[in-house]
């Protein structure tokens, strides 16, 4: 059964500080890795993709991946209020055709 | 304009009853999906479409049954509704895996 897990939180950061998100994947032939965006009452949105060994930044977002200790992190710089949210971590196990696997997400709460 | 459009947004029917839930994208991806989201927010993928042919079916019971006219649209028909159905029905498209674009969700809730 691949499997992707995530600490459930809730996570909560004060405004403006680092939010450290993980995630692990069982499936060592994972391909490709993705972080979603969930606001209470909506749906997920795509904030991130990372593909290769190493660290992907997009703004205030950086994305790491370690393909050998199975491990995919998203930091959010100078939380804001605004990232209160639920994040889930979803990995590619199967190719082009794949099938993306969602973990349970972290909920994060940043305090003002 | 909505990329990806699901109706209805929310559905209450009484159990035994036969729904459907209708998607569509404008996107102009070639796959589209269907996710289940339960109660403790766990996505999980139920079938998904490449080009109107079938390339994942999850293990759901056989009451669902999904339905591709073409490739912008993929339907949703429940069969004989329980209570465990109950739950938030995402649509997704994706031209690329992993990148995908949700509907706004179905709220189908079963009484």
């Known amino acids: 059964q691949k499997e992707v897990e995530q600490n459930s939180g809730p996570l909560s950061v004060p405004e403006g500080a680092i939010a450290s998100l993980n995630c692990t994947y069982s499936?060592?032939?994972?391909?490709?890795f993705f972080w979603y965006r969930q606001y209470s009452g909506k749906s997920p949105e795509l904030i991130m993709s990372i593909y290769s060994n190493g660290d992907k930044e997009d703004g205030r977002f950086t994305a790491q991946l370690n393909k050998a200790s199975q491990y995919v992190s998203l930091l959010i710089r100078d939380s804001q209020p605004s990232d209160s949210a639920t994040y889930l971590c979803a990995v590619n196990t199967g190719g082009s055709q794949g099938n993306l696997i969602f973990g349970k997400g972290t909920k994060l709460s940043v305090k003002p | 304009d909505t990329a990806v459009s699901q109706t209805p947004k929310y559905l209450v029917t009484q159990m035994g009853n036969d729904k459907s839930i209708k998607c569509e994208q404008n996107l102009g991806h070639d796959t589209m999906y269907w996710y289940k989201q339960d109660s403790k927010k766990f996505l999980k993928i139920m079938f998904s479409y490449n080009n109107k042919e079938l390339i994942i079916n999850e293990t759901v019971p056989n009451r669902f049954s999904p339905k591709s006219p073409d490739k912008a649209h993929l339907n949703l028909h429940i069969n004989s509704l329980e209570l465990g159905d109950s739950a938030v029905y995402f649509c997704?498209?994706?031209?690329?895996?992993?990148?995908?674009?949700f509907g706004q969700g179905t709220r189908l809730t079963v009484v």
């Open positions: 499936d060592r032939g994972s391909q490709s």
């Open positions: 997704a498209s994706s031209q690329a895996v992993g990148r995908a674009f």
